[in-house]
């Protein structure tokens, strides 16, 4: 199975803040990696796929980068809206889908 | 438009069996695959398995195989999700997804979630 690692677990964060968070795959995934925010008690949203392409209806403070094996999601001009859990996942190998263990964006 | 409607909440005893279900409208049901996962209380995301609705095959992770079963009602544009031999490790969220027409993809459309319970 291919492991995905996200850091940092816990990032704190103000409103108008620019943040980064990285996910590392154990091996190469090509450009196969979404990203995905996640407030409590909601369904999973979809923000970034194929590792930089925007979801519609997600504001283009969210972008992503990366390929093989390093990727990373950065949210620019933090929104209130924008503290969740985010994690990552890949889609080069569909036996299993994986996904990193999430980060969780809190106001700082 | 789009959509994924699950059945409702589960409340199981040890041992037992849970047959979920994942209805699509919005769209033509045998194109896309359709995915399960499931969400423990407060732990990340697990990717259980994947069903063509075509009827042309189905794959579970490996931490899943001998005891879920995964089926499609093309007549209804319905899924189904059947979780055998429970324990309490189980309890979680279930979701069904949907991504493009490609086998590997980023999932698009989600389910609301059906929350299984398993308690003696």
């Known amino acids: 199975d291919i492991q995905m690692t996200q850091s940092p677990t816990t990032l704190s964060a103000s409103v108008g803040d620019r943040v980064t968070i990285t996910c590392r795959a154990s091996q190469s995934i090509s450009t196969s990696l979404a990203w995905y925010q996640q407030k409590p008690g909601k369904v999973p949203k979809l923000v970034i796929y194929k590792a930089s392409s925007l979801e519609s209806g997600v504001p283009s403070r969210f972008s992503g980068s990366g390929s093989g094996t390093e990727f990373t999601l950065t949210i620019s001009d933090l929104q209130p809206d924008d503290f969740a859990t985010y994690y990552c996942?890949?889609?080069?190998?569909?036996?299993?889908?994986?996904f990193g263990q999430g980060t969780k964006l809190e106001i700082k | 438009q789009v959509q994924l409607v699950q059945s409702g909440a589960e409340v199981k005893k040890p041992g037992a069996s849970v047959k979920l279900s994942c209805k699509a409208s919005?769209?033509?049901?045998?194109?896309?695959?359709i995915h399960w996962l499931r969400q423990a209380p407060g732990q990340g995301l697990e990717w259980v398995g994947i069903i063509n609705p075509n009827g042309d095959g189905t794959s579970y992770t490996q931490s899943f195989q001998g005891r879920v079963s995964m089926s499609t009602d093309t007549s209804t544009g319905t899924v189904y999700m059947e979780l055998s031999s429970l324990t309490s490790e189980d309890t979680a969220v279930y979701y069904c997804?949907?991504?493009?027409?490609?086998?590997?993809?980023?999932?698009?459309?989600w389910g609301q979630g059906t929350l299984v319970t398993v308690s003696s």
């Open positions: 997804a949907r991504g493009t027409v490609m086998l590997r993809t980023a999932f698009h459309i």
């Open positions: 919005g769209y033509m049901f045998t194109t896309y695959y």
């Open positions: 996942q890949q889609y080069n190998n569909y036996s299993p889908f994986t």
